[in-house]
């Protein structure tokens, strides 16, 4: 009987199926090639990210099915909001392969990967909060990045195996629109290692909503655990008058409503702030420049719900 790996794609044929790496559901896997060999195995690199990756106790992806709803955004506030304890270690991995904007939003553009005895080194904001992106291999902001699948995988893998991440407590994952091969790869090579579980960002209009129910699919469809959804841009408080407006309408309840259609957590909505925006093309923390925002008392918020969601499973994890 053909053994279907843990966190497979849906209809993967199995490893000793002779169709094993061969199918339409097995491209985009990185377990294509050795499953497609006489003798397939998992990749080994599965095991040594396993590890690796021993050092980090929560890892976080955040996802979304649709572009420009503010995941890298959120992915940045998210990790400067738990770094703003100093005891607490964190890195932020940008897997965002065709379009890496961590660098510019974490104030680190202009910076290099180094290479040391154990790995490659995270480029560092604060002593407790540190990097990796694909935009800190390129010569210029602007090169772009024209790759296939298998590459896109293989730098994947390279960041979670030879990344010398140290000691840390969060690792938060950035990741592109859609269900491919970046999501299929990081699920893929962190199953050994575990995932504690998905965010998943959304803007109040069907139009979003409609792809984030694909993400919140496919997070089912391979095992993450969803910790909740957060609704972006949900409103415009006006600085002078604290007048809130619907930029973007939900039509259908937003959010919150599809959460509980869908039975999710619902992690709470961030208005629109456009000193949000220019925080990030200045790479400034948000939460220093315009503290009293009421997007800053938002954030804080989300963060605290999702911190305490990994502690719970900590707990869990501890009794068991």
């Given at each position: 009987m053909s053994e279907v790996p843990e966190n497979a794609p849906e209809h993967c044929p199995g490893t000793g199926s002779e169709d094993a790496g061969k199918a339409s559901a097995c491209q985009g896997c990185?377990?294509?090639?050795?499953?497609?060999?006489?003798?397939p195995t998992l990749d080994p690199a599965v095991a040594e990210i396993k590890e690796r990756m021993s050092s980090v106790k929560h890892k976080l992806l955040?996802?979304?099915g649709k572009g420009g709803v503010g995941k890298s955004t959120f992915t940045s506030h998210l990790a400067r909001g738990m770094a703003r304890d100093e005891n607490t270690q964190v890195a932020v991995l940008d897997i965002d392969i065709c379009g890496p904007s961590i660098p510019r939003i974490m104030g680190l553009n202009n910076e290099q990967v180094h290479q040391s005895g154990s790995g490659w080194s995270p480029v560092y904001v604060d002593d407790n909060l540190g990097v990796m992106s694909v935009g800190f291999l390129l010569n210029s902001p602007n090169d772009a990045v024209i790759w296939r699948g298998p590459k896109k995988n293989g730098l994947i893998k390279q960041f979670l195996r030879d990344v010398d991440w140290g000691d840390i407590d969060y690792l938060v994952v950035d990741t592109p629109p859609g269900t491919s091969d970046e999501h299929l790869s990081i699920v893929q090579y962190l199953k050994g290692a575990g995932v504690d579980g998905a965010v998943i960002i959304t803007t109040p209009q069907e139009v979003s909503l409609?792809?984030?129910?694909k993400e919140i699919s496919f997070c089912r469809k391979?095992?993450?655990p969803i910790i909740g959804v957060v609704e972006n841009m949900s409103?415009?408080?006006?600085p002078n008058c604290?007048?809130?407006?619907q930029i973007f309408p939900p039509t259908t309840g937003g959010a919150s409503k599809m959460c509980e259609d869908l039975k999710i957590p619902f992690l709470g909505k961030l208005p629109l702030d456009p000193r949000i925006g220019k925080c990030c093309d200045e790479g400034n923390s948000f939460f220093d420049e315009v503290p009293d925002s009421p997007a800053t008392q938002a954030y804080l918020e989300i963060i605290e719900r999702v911190k305490s969601y990994c502690q719970k499973e900590e707990t869990i994890m501890d009794c068991t």
């Open positions: 990185p377990n294509q090639d050795v499953c497609s060999s006489a003798k955040v996802l979304s409609m792809d984030v129910r391979v095992q993450v409103g415009f408080v006006c604290k007048n809130e407006s």
